[in-house]
């Protein structure tokens, strides 16, 4: 009587495991962490492309009675990166978004099939707290894309600027404007930092990363030894 009750259940169940083919839960979740990863790694490299920016900013001050036209060009490529790189964190942020989406929707279904009551409860509560901390994650980069792309463009406006009056008289007039840029580039920077921690500690919550990125990780620091 166990017996045929214990291959009830698995007729139960058979159905539902036999018709999963989507990626598996640990895939969808390293496909995040990976996604992670790369906006934790964009946003490295826009912070010294920020710096620099700052740097010529600068330069064309001192430069100013002399030939601030270098320092301008390479500001302007300062700028043109900043630009670029800005697509490339919308783009990183929207890929969390939606392999994070796929990964719970995909989580919420697999509870479904879980025979045993506690266990889907224990799991419903696991998929909350980790939605919630994706969703937090989500808003804060949210915050962090919504200032950057502000800084970029205070920095766009005054190469505008002083693209039609590059001159020791034009540059004093924006004195105040690149001394307004200079210090909100310090809460930039405290953004900057806030949230690549939070990325590492998320990242972590859903890694391991997929077996390529390994892979690829493992070759770069073979190649710096």
């Known amino acids: 009587m166990r017996l045929h009750h214990a291959l009830a259940l698995l007729a139960l169940a058979s159905p539902a495991i036999v018709s999963c083919k989507a990626p598996?839960?640990?895939?969808?979740?390293?496909?995040?962490?990976?996604?992670?990863?790369?906006?934790?790694?964009?946003?490295?490299?826009t912070?010294?492309?920020m710096m620099d920016a700052i740097e010529n900013l600068r330069q064309i001050q001192r430069d100013a009675e002399v030939d601030p036209r270098p320092a301008f060009e390479t500001y302007l490529d300062n700028v043109k990166k900043l630009e670029k790189s800005g697509d490339?964190?919308?783009?990183?942020?929207?890929?969390?978004?939606?392999?994070?989406?796929?990964?719970f929707d995909a989580w919420?279904?697999?509870?479904?099939?879980?025979?045993?009551?506690?266990?889907?409860?224990?799991?419903?509560?696991?998929r909350a707290v980790r939605r919630d901390d994706w969703l937090g994650l989500l808003e804060r980069a949210q915050v962090y894309m919504d200032g950057y792309g502000s800084f970029v463009v205070d920095l766009r406006d005054v190469a505008t600027y002083l693209e039609?009056?590059?001159?020791?008289?034009?540059?004093a007039t924006v004195?105040?404007?690149?001394?307004?840029?200079?210090?909100?580039?310090?809460a930039e920077l405290?953004?900057?930092?806030?949230?690549?921690?939070?990325?590492?500690?998320?990242?972590e919550t859903f890694g391991p990363l997929p077996s390529a990125k390994v892979e690829d990780e493992a070759a770069d620091e073979s190649d710096e030894d």
């Open 47 to 49: 912070r010294v492309q």
């Open 24 to 45: 598996s839960g640990y895939e969808t979740q390293a496909d995040t962490a990976a996604s992670m990863y790369e906006l934790h790694e964009t946003i490295d490299d």
């Open 108 to 126: 919420e279904a697999r509870i479904e099939q879980i025979q045993k009551e506690s266990l889907r409860t224990r799991s419903l509560e696991r």
């Open 190 to 203: 405290e953004r900057m930092h806030q949230l690549m921690d939070r990325l590492e500690a998320s990242a």
């Open 164 to 171: 039609s009056d590059l001159n020791a008289t034009g540059i």
């Open 88 to 103: 490339g964190l919308a783009r990183a942020v929207r890929a969390i978004e939606h392999q994070g989406q796929d990964h």
């Open 175 to 186: 004195a105040d404007e690149i001394g307004r840029i200079e210090g909100k580039v310090r």
